[in-house]
């Protein structure tokens, strides 16, 4: 699976948007983009995956770049239970099998 | 069950002591998986099971470390002669088959504490 880089802390403002990147340069095409994130002592939490096109539901949206090799999760209006940590992970679609985590961002909401 | 049950939710043993963690995966998974986490870092892949077999358990960090998954439902990871540096939380999760794609659905894990 392919690596992934992202910052390692970011801030956001209580109803501000957050945006958190994610580069993903090596990502084949065969791959997708999964968004977890770990509040504190709590196992992660599926957000949202995507392919190419961009994607929405209830708790974010994902933007995917044209040549896929970065992308940016959107919280569009953070609160303070959204502090957590953002994992940005690429797997390959249609095999099972473990998610390889690298070290996340840690999202900070402030009031 | 409504989600992934992880039990004990802490564990202190000793250096040398033998431990046994559970994972109760939601009702119908049939994937499985174990994580590692230490203080600070991302979740550390172990072992994952498709139904009763162990599909990749290239994550086992030695031998000291094993786990089972007998009716394809309850898993219990095994870890004989602990060390200080097995402390960690250990997460399981499950999904609903193993070219899903969607969420894996994670457990709140089991701390594990080695004096």
């Known amino acids: 699976d392919a690596k992934t880089t992202q910052p390692p802390s970011m801030d956001c403002a209580e109803g501000r948007a957050a945006n958190l990147p994610c580069n993903h340069s090596t990502i084949s095409g065969n791959e997708y983009v999964y968004w977890y994130r770990q509040i504190h002592s709590q196992g992660p939490q599926y957000i949202i995956h995507g392919l190419k096109n961009n994607e929405t539901n209830e708790m974010a949206s994902l933007i995917i770049t044209e040549d896929r090799k970065s992308s940016t999760l959107i919280l569009p209006h953070a609160t303070l239970r959204d502090t957590a940590v953002y994992y940005c992970i690429v797997r390959v679609h249609n095999q099972g099998g473990k998610l390889i985590f690298g070290q996340g961002t840690e999202l900070s909401v402030k009031p | 069950g409504a989600g992934v049950s992880q039990t004990p939710s802490n564990k202190v043993t000793e250096k040398g002591k033998y431990v046994e963690l559970r994972c109760d995966p939601i009702s119908g998974h049939t994937a499985l998986y174990w994580y590692r986490q230490s203080l600070g870092q991302g979740p550390e892949f172990l072992i994952y099971?498709?139904?009763?077999?162990?599909?990749?358990d290239s994550g086992l960090p030695n031998d000291r470390f094993f786990a089972v998954r007998p009716e394809g439902s309850v898993s219990t990871l095994k870890i004989q002669r602990t060390e200080r540096g097995d402390s960690a939380v250990y997460l399981c999760?499950?999904?609903?088959?193993?070219?899903?794609?969607?969420?894996?659905?994670f457990g709140s894990g089991t701390r594990l504490t080695v004096v």
């Open positions: 999760a499950s999904s609903a088959a193993p070219s899903t794609n969607y969420g894996y659905t």
């Open positions: 099971f498709q139904g009763t077999g162990a599909a990749d």
